[in-house]
């Protein structure tokens, strides 16, 4: 890693945004050499890691667990119970502040958007945003990231993003996280829940060309990746409209029929009925090994924070 | 441990009934040299454990956690708010296939008969079944064995398996594993709790003899072994009619007076008021030894499945 | 650590009066030399610290997790619901004893006055109090004296102790522990929160001088430390009560004007209105040091357990 890097890093790792296109591409270096088992397992032995979750996200906690153990590092956890209470108990800034008596280094998730930034004023430990209401969730967009260098160059690529667009936290972060590897995105998603403008509006001034679509047949043979989201049956009036609508979202092996030979399929998981469980035994279905990722990028950030 | 044995282990275990006597024994083996201190406190060093909790068993949770603690392994874990929303969120195929990006071996508690198998055909690594509903939990027969060799060779014995053997998970699975080892089962439950039919049938084909009593001190002289079951509230129709008939079922000083000199008492706890209290200090009270003895058998188990 | 104090050391720390003033002293400066870096971070490899909270103390296990990492041991918790269904299943003594099977330590953090006493005549291995009900909590005395002691020689100070001391356990334990060090304690509380007779006994006993005042501009100017308990709404008659008399009691930047320079602020969190943020950024503000202090206090509670 270059001493340029080492001097431009932030402290915390809030947003994406906060990453520039060369920070981005070291980590995914950095995640790629781990994955190859390049690392020193006892790299953060006698680190302690706070893992304070104020909304249960079991994979995104369990993966950050794995990754500070692979390292030789310890985690401490709040449970459920535990986070809810003490969110009652006192403000926020005074968990940070007590918190960063105990541990190394902090990763929030929190309901509300900004409580990562909010918290980084007052922790005295770097701190990591795994998810902050509708706000950012950077490792997610990072793993997603990698994911797709795995299986191509990132620059350059057509991307669908289909599902909830307007909900859809790690759809908005990837399409940022993208617009600065020139990539054009194609989205597809039900009336209502379009990317938002303020989205539009930011991968615009990056000089991002986003194509909307109408069929998913259309946009289909487009792609290099597809990047399907959750449909959550609690936007949609009612049951019967969310079946009638989730049903022309639904991605099939016949679907994909036209796709290119090497379209990758990514979802942040869990999914529900987004994907035909017949699609998984198809090549292009990346969606474990995307879930998997999630423990060398993880790797890569902390030994980047504790550098 | 032969070379045999490392041939025809299963990669997984998932009932007693995928392992033979002669790895029965070797596991035994095993656990009494780590019960000695005869084991490398490294040997797992690096390795990860997702303990996968869809019910609670604070006891058996706890105790792989300690195993894997006592080789240098770290473990993950679901907390109970967690673990039910992970099991509203998705199906278990998928959180498997999740989990076995994060960890080296997982250990499920599920509340679904057959859980345990299927996770086996998604993961790809080891799973330790943990107990699934009504079915099997093969690690509690490895340490019930286990109690009993310490204090007898484990063959040829007269074994009483008291209380609730028609829904006690543990003493079905024990009473298979016995039947490899020649024991005669006495049983003796309240009526419409007794031992099923297909497993009086599985002990039969075993060649194992079951003899059914009706008195618990006509029955009590007889044995090597009295394994206590506990006695459940709900099966009674009445609270009534579960105080009389529990009292029937408690084991005092008085009763075990006509017991043979060397006869152990088991139970795998909780308990409730099948065993009086007043029993804990006698000699022949070996259930909280039996709960101990969970932890060199889950290391056992554990440095079979990483050999 | 002289060798008179090996001896007489308890096996088990259940009350802050399980130690005399000698005790205490080599406690708090073995903490001071760990919070130097000072110690071994290896000392508690392979040692297992079993964490059974029967109510959320966030903090308090937190702190004393990370002590037991930051010495290289590791730490097995119940979550809030096992905990909660392990209650409802058998009785504290037998889960103890399974515990103690499992664990080379137990901390105990229980609702019921008396449950840590009991839970040491059960276990096989020690047990820490981390708190029973209006009982005792050894560890967040030993903190707050540590706290003191980085400040000023703990001998013959003036502590002020202000807010709720009827049921203020905390209050309670290091107004004890100073009467070891003949302090003179001020005290200022709500009528009828007031240090209860069987403490001012107790503290008579001792020798320590009692004043209680009823005014705080009265008090502040003659303390050297002021100890704020947290007021809790549900013991006054209703919100407007608890507001009138809650204003009377807050600290604010104005209200610290009269005090000597050298005092310090001390509350054992979490607080609520008790003191105005605005405090946080003056010197004198120490709580969250204190907080802090909890993990060299507990690794040097931790490593006396296993000498």
Do not use: W
């Not at 936290?169 to 617009?179: K, V």
């Amino acid at each position: 890693m270059s001493e340029s890097f080492k001097k431009t890093y932030p402290f915390n790792i809030i947003s994406i945004k906060d990453l520039g296109r060369k920070e981005i591409e070291s980590i995914l270096d950095d995640a790629s050499r781990i994955a190859d088992g390049l690392y020193p397992d006892n790299a953060l032995n006698g680190k302690i890691l706070a893992l304070l979750f104020f909304e249960p996200s079991t994979r995104t906690r369990m993966s950050f667990e794995a990754a500070m153990a692979r390292l030789g590092g310890r985690s401490i956890n709040l449970d459920s119970i535990e986070a809810s209470s003490l969110a009652k108990g006192e403000t926020l800034a005074d968990t940070i502040r007590v918190v960063s008596g105990y541990a190394d280094i902090i990763v929030l998730r929190h309901p509300s958007e900004g409580a990562a930034r909010l918290a980084s004023e007052f922790a005295r430990v770097p701190v990591i945003n795994a998810g902050d209401g509708a706000g950012q969730h950077p490792s997610q967009t990072l793993l997603d990231l990698y994911t797709i260098k795995q299986a191509m160059p990132i620059d350059k690529i057509d991307i669908g993003l289909l599902g909830d667009l307007r909900y859809g936290r790690t759809a908005h972060s990837l399409a940022y996280a993208l617009s600065l590897f020139n990539a054009r995105i194609h989205t597809l998603s039900p009336r209502g829940l379009e990317l938002p403008d303020s989205i539009l509006n930011e991968l615009e001034e990056n000089g991002t060309e986003v194509i909307p679509h109408e069929e998913i047949n259309e946009v289909i043979p487009l792609l290099d990746v597809l990047y399907v989201t959750r449909l959550q049956r609690e936007r949609f009036p009612d049951s019967a409209s969310y079946v009638n609508i989730a049903k022309n979202f639904r991605i099939t092996p016949e679907i994909l029929e036209s796709a290119k030979d090497h379209l990758i399929l990514l979802h942040p998981l869990p999914r529900v009925d987004e994907i035909d469980p017949q699609v998984d035994e198809l090549p292009c279905a990346k969606y474990f090994e995307q879930s998997k990722n999630g423990v060398p990028v993880r790797m890569a950030m902390l030994m980047e924070m504790f550098r």
